[in-house]
């Protein structure tokens, strides 16, 4: 019973880090003309946070019984 409240507490807190990362604030601080390994700023931070919001969740999940 535990456990299942650690999780759902990582879980919310995911979703809220999530929300915050693909905000307005935080995108507007990435649109900008330039270009890392000749991908603009905006698309690279998009694709890593989307990268690392998965692999969390990934790590957050109680495998399978």
Known sequence: MKDDRIVA???IALFLAGGLA???PLLALFNVP????GVP???AYLF???TILIALLVAIMPPRE
């Open 9 to 11: 507490s990582r879980l």
């Open 48 to 50: 890593g946070s989307w």
């Open 22 to 24: 693909f905000g307005y």
């Open 34 to 37: 330039e270009t890392v390994l």
């Open 41 to 43: 700023v905006l698309y």
